[in-house]
């Protein structure tokens, strides 16, 4: 595997341009006088489809794309040449400059011809290389948010009140659920595959195996079989096999896992969470998808619709598809609500190079850059495209079988809460603006923020004069809300709610995962230990300001909060940037409110043992 190329001339670089415009001839003058001062010495050459012309990148301007076109691009294909597809002229501008920047990092035409069609910037791949090289600075906690410290207590008559808040107000908003659903159940069955690896059916027993490598999860799933919601599917296809009653007890569990995961009827290792069988219901198993959309209306509806939206990898929208298919038209008449669903994938600008353990940009067999998805911070990019007042987040394995009553009131009282402080954070800002603010009212927003919204106010504020204090409130409080539900801490691994301690002092809270931390630090790791909650990602979120315009969600992420993890690749390690986590530091920069929120609110699914679990099981 080559660690690098060979560092590819940027003094003098040939543009063979091609397209079927019947102006393109005048565009070698326009850019010739354009780039006349540039510090590379551009050729430019107008080409013709049917009779090509070397160039160090050919660059195609396609209005109309047709047959001679595609031919054209597979030969380019072939021949391993750098090309760039452009919607029109106007482009050319931007690409040249792009393509200077990528070639003085060190890469080739091939490689600018590879991050320009992912849509990536030669500056983002500079800071990732660069972000490698220096690493992540980890979050300093100061102490962990604890209910009247940092999370608001929450009980069922105050949820109540603030559920019929929402109820009062839902029919004037725009909703939306969304939930992100790309993730494969890869690890949900990692230990069936190491078993299915690593045990000899013909001379191990199933026990042997169990008490050897001490896979208490194995015993676990075997006990429980019957009462997955698959189980008689996959044992009925599992009999057909012709030795079937030949095996002894061992080679018929063995073949049953290896049904489970290898067969093409079920392949569940390999297909996303959200269209598995969870649930056993009297004559149908149900999908997360299924609870999904029964949730989506019994709390996400206005004037008698629900919207949801799931962010899935392209390859499942079929498998998506069917599933909604299936369950959609029952759930809409029996709610008498319809609903309207939705997707979107993660943007493929949102990925991210992969580089070695030399920090080099690291290169697949055919020697193209490997690139990986930047991880769900990505999604703050799809979470911005939406078009609604409220939006509720929540992963698609967290559902449940029989909690939905206490699930839909939660949601709604989270919703209340939000609309409760929206109104009061959105009346401040408009008086601010106004310039109708009298100097004792100053106090009472601070009080608010500070008390109202767990804000910082730094502890000199007393002595800004009375403009820097409404600056300082207007920067404060115009920025998106989030209000985050947040179950006591039962050892889920994840992360949770803390009081973070940024490089200039200020304090905020953040959900943290454990691999921010420094936990070799004694005083972190302390911290750390001491948490009284979970984060369950259980988020109701507004999106706009007191104007009514949506905010540039971008604007509020903290880049500094990404991951770098260690994958493995054609038998190489290779390292990879992740971007700051959706519910982590992608939202960083919004107004957070931590509410308690009870355990039964909280049935995530990572491995598949936990289907076997009270609430996910019929009847409890």
Not at 36 to 65: H, K, L, M, Q, Y
Not at 538 to 556: H, T
Request: include cysteine; hydrophobic fraction near 35%.
């Amino acid at each position: 595997m080559e660690e690098n190329i060979t560092k590819q001339h940027t003094t003098s670089i040939t543009i063979a341009i091609y397209s079927n415009s019947t102006v393109k001839h005048e565009w070698k003058n326009r850019l010739t006088e354009t780039f006349e001062n540039s510090t590379t010495a551009f050729t430019f050459t107008i080409c013709d489809f049917s009779n090509p012309t070397d160039g160090d990148i050919a660059v195609i301007v396609n209005n109309e794309p047709n047959k001679e076109v595609s031919r054209f691009i597979n030969n380019l294909e072939k021949q391993n040449k750098a090309f760039v597809v452009l919607d029109s002229f106007e482009e050319i501008k931007n690409l040249l400059t792009e393509l200077q920047n990528t070639l003085e990092l060190g890469f080739t035409y091939n490689d600018f011809s590879q991050i320009y069609s992912l849509g990536i910037t030669t500056a983002k791949i500079k800071s990732q290389l660069n972000t490698f090289k220096k690493g992540i600075n980890k979050v300093v906690l100061d102490r962990p948010a604890t209910v009247k410290d940092g999370i608001k207590p929450l009980d069922k008559k105050r949820a109540q009140e603030y559920a019929s808040l929402f109820d009062e107000k839902r029919n004037d908003l725009t909703l939306k659920k969304f939930i992100p659903a790309s993730g494969a159940a890869t690890r949900m069955f990692k230990f069936l595959n190491e078993f299915l690896l690593n045990f000899d059916p013909v001379n191990d027993t199933v026990n042997a195996y169990i008490n050897k490598r001490r896979d208490e999860a194995l015993k676990v799933f075997l006990i429980g079989a019957d009462k997955f919601p698959f189980f008689k599917e996959v044992l009925e296809e599992s009999k057909k096999h012709p030795e079937y009653r030949e095996w002894t007890k061992d080679e018929r569990y063995y073949n049953f896992i290896k049904t489970l995961l290898t067969n093409e009827k079920f392949d569940f290792a390999n297909k996303p969470k959200g269209i598995l069988p969870f649930h056993q219901y009297d004559g149908f198993t149900a999908t997360p998808v299924y609870e999904h959309l029964k949730e989506s209306v019994s709390y996400a509806y206005s004037n008698g619709k629900a919207h949801v939206h799931f962010t899935i990898s392209q390859e499942h929208l079929d498998g998506f598809i069917d599933c909604i298919k299936e369950v959609k038209d029952d759930i809409e008449k029996e709610s008498g609500i319809d609903i309207d669903i939705d997707f979107s994938y993660q943007h493929k600008q949102t990925d991210t190079l992969a580089v070695d353990m030399n920090n080099k940009p690291f290169r697949d067999s055919d020697g193209k850059l490997f690139f990986r998805p930047g991880g769900h911070g990505a999604l703050i990019e799809n979470l911005n495209q939406l078009q609604s007042d409220v939006v509720f987040i929540k992963n698609i394995d967290n559902v449940s079988h029989n909690n939905i009553k206490t699930i839909s009131l939660y949601k709604k009282a989270l919703a209340g809460i939000l609309l409760e402080l929206q109104e009061k954070v959105f009346g401040y800002l408009e008086k601010i603006e106004k310039g109708n603010v009298p100097a004792n009212e100053i106090d009472e927003i601070f009080d608010f923020a500070k008390n109202g919204l767990f804000l910082n106010i730094p502890p000199d504020v007393n002595k800004y004069t009375c403009e820097h204090k409404i600056e300082f409130l207007t920067e404060l409080l115009n920025r998106p809300i989030r209000i985050c539900g947040m179950v006591k801490n039962e050892g889920e691994p994840g992360g949770g709610p803390f009081w973070v301690k940024s490089k200039d002092g200020k304090l905020s809270l953040q959900i943290v995962e454990s691999s921010q931390i420094d936990l070799e630090n004694k005083n972190q790791n302390e911290i750390f230990s001491h948490s009284t909650h979970f984060n369950p990602v259980d988020l109701v979120c507004g999106l706009k300001n007191y104007k009514g315009e949506y905010f540039d969600l971008r604007e509020y992420t903290d880049p500094d909060t990404g991951f770098i993890v260690t994958k493995n690749r054609m038998g190489h390690d290779v390292k990879s940037y992740e971007l700051p986590g959706l519910w982590n530091g992608a939202m960083a920069g919004w107004i957070t409110v931590f509410t308690e929120v009870p355990l039964d609110t909280f049935n995530p699914v990572k491995n598949v043992n936990d289907l076997l679990k009270a609430s996910h099981q019929p009847n409890h």
